[in-house]
C-alpha cells in the first residue's frame, strides 16, 4: 500500500485553473485518498495477521495429534505418562520460548549466529514482527520437543523430560531456526547479502529446523537409554511391543495431516500479497494453494508406496505403518514444499517412504528402540527433504517465495539450476546434526550419569502409570502384561462346534 499516496501540487494542474478553490479542492481529495489508503493498508495487516493467527492454531491442534499418535503407539501401562509429556511439552516450551527461545531465534539485530532481543518479549511486537508471529514460531518449537519425547517413550523419569523439553525449546531449536529462518542468520535464504552459495539453505517450513532437529534429539536420547525391556531377545532377535490402540494412531495422524495445512501453507506468514505479474488471480495465494497441494500429494504418495511396499515385504497390510510413511511423506516435503512442482511432490513422497523402511530396517540391526519411528521418520525423512529440495526446486517459485533477493540465485539441480542449492542443503544437514549432537547428547549423558534417565526397572516392568501417576489411564491390560496369569488373560470366543443330524424327511 506504500504505493498510494497523494499529493495536492499533483492534482492542482488537472483542476480548472479558473477555480479559486482549485488548491483546496485538491486537499480534500488527497485527504480522502490518503483515508482510503490507509484503510487498505490496516486492512491487509489485518488480514494477514488473522491468517498467520489461524496458522498458528492448526500449528498448535498438532500436539494433540502428537498426543494421540504417542498414546496409541506406547503400551496401555504408559498411556497417562505419554500424554502428560506432551502437555509438558507445551507448557514449559512455552515459558522457555517466551523467555529466551524467540529471542535467540529472531531477536534482531543480532549476528548469524544467535538472536539477542526480544527476551520476554521486550521492545515487541516491532517493525519485525507481531504477536501472531511469536504464536507461529512458538508451535513450532514445541512441535519439535514433541518430535523427541516419542523416542524415549516408555522408559524416561518424569524429570528427564522437564529439563530436556526445556533446553531443546529454549537453547537448541532456537538457535537453529536463527541460523535458517531468521533474516540475519548466516546460512538463511531471507539474508541481505552473502548468501551461503549464493542462495542461502532453502528450508521453507522445517524438514531440517523442526523434524531433524526433534528426530536427531530423540536418537540421542534413545542410544543413551537403551531399548525398552523385552524389546531384543537373548539371541538379539527383536520382538514387537505393540501399542495398545491403532484407532488412536489413526486419529493422530489425521490430526497431524490437518495441522500440516498450518505448518507447511502458514510458512508463508502472509497472504495478502500480490506477486505483481499483471494478473489478478495469481498472488500468495496461489502460492499457498500450491504448497497446500503439494504437501498433500507428498504425504499421500508416502502412505501408498508404504502400503503396498510392506505387503510385499512382510506380507500383510499395516494401517500402523501406513500412517507412518503418511508422517514420513508430509516431513519431508516440508522442506521444498513452496518451490516445487506438484508432480515432483510424488516423487519426494515416494523416496520418502523406501528412506523410513531402511531406517527402520538399520535401525533394527543396530538393536536401536524407538517406539514411535520419531529419529527414523522426523531424522531420516527430514533429511532426504532437505536434499530432494536441492534436487527440484523450480527457478520461478524460487524467485517468487524469495522476492526481492539476489537476482539469478540458484535453484535445484535437476531443474537446471546447478549444485549449488544442493550444496547449500548438504551443509545444514551436516550442522543440524552436528549441533543436535554436541548439545543434546552430552545433555542426555549427564542426566544418564546422575540416575536423572531411565527408571528403574520394577517401575518399568510395572509401568509409569501406575508407579509414577497414580493409576492406569483406563482398564485394560497389555498382550505382554507379566502380572496377569492365564486364568485373567482374555482369549479369542471361538463359534461352539455343533452337531447336525440327520432329519428324516
Known amino acids: ?35 482510503i489508503a490507509n484503510k487498505l493498508s490496516d486492512t491487509t495487516y489485518a488480514i494477514d495477521n488473522t491468517y498467520l493467527l489461524f496458522s498458528a492454531y492448526l500449528v498448535f491442534a498438532m500436539q494433540l495429534g502428537f498426543a494421540m499418535l ?8 504408559n498411556t497417562m505418562n505419554i500424554m502428560l509429556t506432551n502437555v509438558l511439552d507445551a507448557a514449559a516450551g512455552g515459558l522457555s520460548y517466551y523467555l529466551f527461545g524467540f529471542a535467540f531465534a529472531f531477536g534482531t539485530p543480532s549476528n548469524g549466529f544467535i538472536g539477542h532481543h526480544f527476551f520476554g518479549l521486550t521492545d515487541y511486537p516491532s517493525a519485525s514482527g507481531d504477536y501472531s508471529f511469536f504464536l507461529y514460531q512458538w508451535a513450532f518449537a514445541i512441535a519439535a520437543a514433541g518430535i523427541t519425547s516419542g523416542s524415549i517413550a516408555e522408559r524416561t523419569q518424569f524429570v528427564a523430560y522437564l529439563i530436556y523439553s526445556t533446553f531443546l525449546t529454549g ?108 494478473s ?32 510385499l515385504l512382510v506380507g500383510h497390510w499395516n494401517v500402523l505403518d501406513v500412517c507412518n510413511g503418511l508422517l514420513g511423506g508430509f516431513a519431508a516435503i516440508t522442506s521444498g514444499c513452496s518451490v516445487v512442482e506438484p508432480w515432483a511432490a510424488i516423487i519426494c513422497g515416494f523416496v520418502a517412504s523406501w528412506v523410513l523402511i531402511g531406517c527402520n530396517k538399520l535401525a533394527e540391526k543396530l538393536k536401536y528402540d524407538d517406539p514411535l519411528e520419531a529419529a527414523q521418520l522426523h531424522g531420516g525423512c527430514g533429511a532426504w527433504g532437505l536434499i530432494f529440495t536441492g534436487l ?19 535453484y535445484g539441480l535437476f531443474m537446471g539450476g546447478g549444485g549449488k542449492l544442493l550444496a547449500a542443503q548438504l551443509v545444514q544437514i551436516v550442522v543440524v546434526l552436528g549441533w543436535v549432537t554436541v548439545t543434546m547428547g552430552p545433555l542426555f549423558y549427564v542426566l ?58
Open 1 to 35: 500500500m506504500a504505493s498510494l499516496s497523494c499529493s495536492a501540487t499533483d492534482l492542482t494542474p488537472f483542476l480548472s485553473s479558473g477555480t479559486a478553490n482549485a488548491s483546496a479542492l485538491a486537499a480534500y481529495l488527497c485527504v480522502r485518498f490518503d483515508t
Open 280 to 311: 489478478s488471480y495469481y498472488g500468495q495465494w496461489s502460492a499457498i494453494g500450491r504448497t497446500a497441494v503439494t504437501t498433500t500429494l507428498a504425504g499421500s504418495t508416502a502412505a501408498l508406496t508404504t502400503l503396498f511396499s510392506k505387503r
Open 70 to 77: 504417542c498414546a496409541g503407539s506406547v503400551r496401555a501401562k
Open 392 to 410: 527440484f526446486a523450480t527457478k520461478s517459485y524460487v524467485d517468487e517465495v524469495y522476492q526481492g533477493r539476489k537476482p539469478g540465485r540458484p
Open 171 to 278: 537453547f537448541v531449536y532456537p538457535v537453529v531456526s536463527h541460523w535458517f529462518w531468521s533474516s540475519d542468520g548466516w546460512a538463511s535464504p531471507t539474508h541481505t547479502d552473502n548468501l551461503l552459495f549464493g542462495s542461502g539453505a532453502i528450508d521453507f517450513a522445517g524438514s531440517g529446523v523442526v523434524h531433524m532437529v526433534g528426530g536427531i534429539a530423540g536418537l540421542w536420547g534413545a542410544l543413551i537409554e537403551g531399548p525398552r525391556i523385552g524389546r531384543f531377545d537373548r539371541s538379539g532377535r527383536a520382538v514387537a511391543l505393540r501399542g495398545h490402540s491403532a484407532s488412536l494412531v489413526v486419529l493422530g495422524s489425521f490430526l497431524l495431516w490437518f495441522g500440516w495445512y498450518g505448518f507447511n501453507p502458514g510458512s508463508f506468514l502472509t497472504i495478502a500479497k500480490s506477486y505483481g505479474d499483471g
Open 448 to 505: 544418564h550419569k546422575l540416575k536423572l534417565l531411565r527408571i528403574s526397572r520394577d517401575d518399568e516392568m510395572a509401568g509409569m502409570d501406575l508407579t509414577r501417576h497414580g493409576g492406569f489411564a483406563y482398564a485394560y491390560r497389555d498382550e505382554d502384561d507379566p502380572s496377569i496369569g492365564p486364568s485373567f488373560m482374555m482369549g479369542k470366543v471361538q463359534p461352539a462346534l455343533e452337531t447336525s443330524t440327520a432329519t428324516p424327511v
